[in-house]
DNA sequence: TTACAAACCAAGCGCTTGCTTGGTAGCGTA
DNA sequence: TACGCTACCAAGCAAGCGCTTGGTTTGTAA
């Protein structure tokens, strides 16, 4: 009954198998409502067996969110590299980050955003850290922007507006809709840059 | 050690406190993680006595949500109530929704938001009814900005950017920061209207 | 003073939870 | 063959959970 898909940047290793079933079950129910007998099923082991792999549940939960932090700041790194335009810069970052969102790692990553305080106050802030990291790329572009002339809010201001229109896909965006995520994305671009000429 | 605030719109009897300890507690804590002793002790009673005033535990996180969609849907409703500008009337939205999800009634709201799943299907589907009037005024609102040449884009899209952007700002807008919340209306009007021509 | 209902208390039941424990199967190495 | 390591199972414990029960206090009105 249990086909573990794997997704979200995990490996086909036992352990990447119980991420993979332990983020679509927490993004589907919640941590909190996801029992470590519902991941065991899922990954088809006992669930005391679980223990060997992770030290305990919220260690599980840990361990998706920085995977899915570290593999969407490579994701977030590639996009702008070598790409000299500060607004294809910021189109790339749009695109990347609704790809996290709503595409390959959207379950962790819904994870991530709904589930933040289930997490160990240690770990909160080893998550911080990361995302920190995460940050800084999305404010060195937005400040590039607007020093070439393409908008003229507050950079700080604008990623906190960006985050929440991405973030907020998760709830109502379709891929099999008749709005693709480049569709979306330059829409969110358009709310930043404004919209282009009249045809 | 309790001093129960009485926010949220709810009225200062016994069950009113009630749901304001209830909904200060979800958005703290998280429903899960919420137990029915510590709204009882926040609220100064014996964990058996919240039975009296709720069937469930669920019943008071329903009531909770239903009051906050009211009493919010009531606010909206004023907003635009004699305004004849389809823009000043978004502005009035825009402000009022904020008002709601960082104002007075933050903590209900931010339950509404993140708690949704823990609402039995049911109850999903009245509070989804309810919302459905709250979503038509702003509709409303966005086609009248359009047809008057406000904005190209549609209304729909728009407004779920908006929704995200201002369901968003609960995780990071601060009431006593440098922006105050007609100030970052201002902000997300100029994401749908653009910016005003330079100074 | 009596009557009655709303509001509450004290105790605890039955169930689920995260996690532990002691033991075993399979496999590569010497 | 013997060793040792990883991965796993079967069983169950202690704690915490939502909720129930039977009885008591409190406020109000005739």
Redesign the interface.
């Known amino acids: 009954m249990a086909q573990p898909q794997i997704v979200n940047g995990m490996d086909d290793s036992p352990r990447g198998k119980l991420l993979s079933a332990a983020a679509r079950l927490f993004r589907a129910?919640?941590f909190?409502?996801t029992t470590v007998r519902d991941i065991a099923r899922e990954t088809g082991i006992q669930s005391g067996s679980l223990f060997h792999h992770f030290s305990s549940k919220e260690d599980i939960l840990f361990t998706v969110m920085m995977e899915v932090i570290r593999f969407n700041t490579a994701r977030l790194q590639e996009a702008v590299q070598g790409v000299a335009d500060p607004v294809a810069q910021l189109r790339g970052l749009i695109r990347a980050e609704l790809q996290s969102i709503v595409g390959d790692t959207a379950e962790a990553m819904t994870v991530l955003v709904?589930e933040w305080?289930?997490l160990a106050a240690e770990h909160q802030e080893q998550a911080l850290a990361a995302r920190a990291v995460y940050e800084r790329i999305w404010l060195d572009t937005l400040h590039a922007v607007r020093d070439a002339g393409g908008?003229?809010?507050d950079p700080v201001?604008v990623r906190?507006?960006i985050?929440?229109?991405?973030?907020?896909?998760s709830n109502?965006f379709d891929p099999a809709g008749p709005?693709d995520i480049d569709g979306?994305a330059e829409?969110?671009l358009?709310?930043?840059i404004?919209?282009p000429a009249?045809p």
């Open positions: 129910r919640g909190d409502r709904y305080r289930c908008m003229r809010a201001i906190r507006l985050n929440g229109m991405t973030s907020w896909a109502w709005l979306l829409q969110i358009h709310r930043v404004g919209e009249s």
